[in-house]
């Protein structure tokens, strides 16, 4: 019998993903308060909010495998976590108009029973079309930007301001899934196959 896998994130964006690889798992998500207005870098920042999402759910269930994610947006070294309201989901879309920026996902995996855990993170690049205020506009009507970092999302209607993206297309989404199925393989957490 293998151990449950937990995600510990509230993301509808990293269920589906995970779901849709094919993976049996339960959402657990304690309040934790993400962090990025503290002096680190990106990698480490999406690092040190990954690890306290996991661990406060891995505490909670030692015997369970749990997974926990953080996803930042970073520009000119400027790092943008999640907008706080609609003025600041405008300023983040005309920042990044017309430019490329960093997305990095890190992602802790852990099993506190056998005290084991892996950790590891994915950057991707991500090159915005000239984005004017009726584009912005249009894009904020179609989408809730206070859930997502850098205030937009790139499956949906992301094809309308994204030009392109260089590196891991599920890693802006919200979960380098590349990444993430070998490392949770190593915990003995396995797709579901199909009996069919």
Same mark, same amino acid.
């Given at each position: 019998?293998?151990? &449950?896998?937990?995600?510990a994130?509230?993301? *509808?964006r990293?269920?589906?993903?995970?779901?849709e690889?094919?993976?049996e798992f339960?959402p657990? =998500?304690?309040?934790v308060?993400?962090?990025?207005?503290?002096?680190? !870098?990106?990698?480490?920042? !999406?690092?040190?909010?990954?690890i306290?999402? =996991?661990?406060?759910? $891995?505490?909670?269930? *030692?015997?369970?495998?749990?997974? +926990?994610?953080? &996803?930042?947006?970073?520009?000119? @070294? /400027?790092?943008?976590?999640?907008?706080?309201d609609?003025?600041e =989901?405008? =300023?983040?879309l005309?920042?990044?108009?017309?430019?490329? /920026?960093?997305?990095? !996902?890190?992602? %802790?995996?852990?099993?506190?029973?056998?005290?084991?855990?892996?950790? %590891?993170?994915?950057?991707?690049?991500?090159?915005f079309?000239?984005?004017?205020?009726?584009? #912005?506009?249009?894009?904020? $009507?179609?989408?809730?930007?206070?859930?997502?970092?850098?205030?937009?999302? $790139?499956?949906?209607?992301?094809? @309308?301001? #994204?030009?392109?993206?260089?590196?891991?297309? &599920?890693?802006?989404?919200g979960?380098?899934?590349?990444? &993430?199925?070998?490392t949770?393989?190593?915990? +003995?957490?396995?797709?579901?196959?199909d @009996?069919?």
């Amino acid at each position: 019998m293998s151990a &449950t896998l937990l995600l510990a994130s509230n993301s *509808p964006r990293r269920r589906k993903l995970l779901f849709e690889a094919g993976f049996e798992f339960e959402p657990f =998500a304690p309040e934790v308060g993400e962090r990025f207005n503290v002096d680190l !870098t990106l990698r480490e920042l !999406t690092a040190f909010n990954a690890i306290r999402k =996991a661990m406060a759910a $891995a505490r909670l269930r *030692p015997k369970s495998v749990v997974i +926990g994610a953080d &996803t930042l947006v970073s520009i000119d @070294e /400027h790092v943008f976590g999640k907008p706080k309201d609609k003025g600041e =989901a405008v =300023a983040m879309l005309e920042r990044l108009s017309g430019r490329a /920026h960093d997305v990095c !996902t890190s992602v %802790f995996v852990c099993h506190l029973e056998r005290a084991k855990s892996a950790s %590891f993170y994915e950057i991707s690049r991500v090159y915005f079309q000239k984005l004017n205020q009726s584009k #912005i506009d249009k894009y904020l $009507a179609r989408v809730n930007p206070l859930d997502k970092a850098g205030a937009y999302a $790139a499956q949906g209607f992301g094809s @309308e301001i #994204i030009e392109k993206i260089d590196g891991s297309y &599920t890693n802006v989404v919200g979960l380098p899934m590349e990444k &993430t199925i070998p490392t949770l393989g190593d915990f +003995g957490i396995v797709p579901e196959m199909d @009996e069919t």
